[in-house]
């Protein structure tokens, strides 16, 4: 799958065509015309440019940078606490562990199939590119080395659609009172780095409390970025009429409304408008 490709030419998009009426396919064509394409090999070259980029920028000795691949889990927080006493004697919660979250658990029912496992192996390639610089999922025993400590946490995701996972993910990070302390005392910064992403979600991002420095290779267009206001008016109606009807007002537009006009080779993230990963109300 390239960039460059037209999704109404495939088979795919042929046969996804054949469910709208006569008057309305040639809109819905449209819609899959501006969608971008990516496949996996797109998204793994996208995140290596930027962590290539980013081995530049880390200088001196506490230069090493941990990557965690963005995914859901149900713990509150990235790191495990012990209480432990301080010099005081007053007990306190503190993050221990030499490795943090895994990059990869499968989970029943999970949006995005394939995409964790190929960010966890993107993540590998950068560790074995660059083992000076970058520590796979290391926990807080590796960040406070003494000899090798961590200063930056990157957060490696395919897709920034409306902010929501990575900020979640951004959050369960703050939970930790380590962490916090940490960047307080501005022992460490915060980066994201994603493939792709909406300028809505980027934005979003960049105004979580950590203040992360979000890298991203390729802005995608929305529905709500087409300069063609007729065209754009055309869609929203066949969201309406063609979309499921278990999904109703803005939430026809992706989640968040983000409208996201994007398809990966392993799945069209929950961001893009409902009417193309869903075929029920047809």
């Not at 199939?113 to 290391?138: C, L, R």
């Not at 979309?243 to 968040?256: I, L, R």
């Amino acid at each position: 799958m390239s960039l460059r490709s037209k999704l109404s030419q495939t088979m795919t998009g042929q046969t996804w065509l054949r469910q709208f009426g006569d008057g309305d396919r040639a809109i819905a064509a449209d819609l899959l015309d501006a969608i971008l394409l990516m496949n996996g090999e797109q998204v793994g070259k996208g995140i290596l440019r930027s962590l290539d980029d980013l081995v530049h920028e880390r200088k001196g000795t506490r230069r090493r940078v941990g990557l965690y691949a963005e995914r859901e889990f149900s713990q509150s927080r990235v790191f495990k606490e012990e209480s432990t006493p301080d010099r005081d004697g007053r007990r306190r919660q503190r993050a221990v562990g030499k490795s943090g979250p895994k990059a990869v658990e499968p989970r029943r029912g999970a949006a995005r199939v394939g995409s964790e496992g190929m960010i966890a192996f993107t993540i590998s390639q950068a560790v074995e590119a660059w083992p000076n610089v970058y520590a796979n999922q290391p926990g807080p025993d590796r960040i406070r080395s003494k000899t090798r400590p961590i200063s930056a946490l990157a957060i490696v995701t395919d897709f920034i659609g409306s902010g929501t996972r990575v900020c979640t993910m951004l959050d369960k990070f703050w939970n930790v009172a380590s962490v916090r302390s940490w960047f307080s005392r501005k022992l460490i910064q915060f980066f994201v780095i994603a493939a792709a992403g909406t300028s809505a979600g980027i934005k979003v991002v960049r105004q979580h409390r950590v203040s992360p420095k979000v890298v991203c290779a390729t802005v995608v267009p929305t529905i709500h970025s087409d300069h063609n206001a007729t065209r754009r008016d055309r869609w929203f109606e066949l969201f309406e009429r063609y979309g499921p009807s278990t999904v109703t007002g803005a939430d026809k537009q992706g989640f968040g409304a983000s409208g996201a006009l994007i398809a990966f080779s392993y799945g069209i993230p929950n961001n893009a408008p409902v009417l193309l990963h869903e075929s029920s109300g047809f």
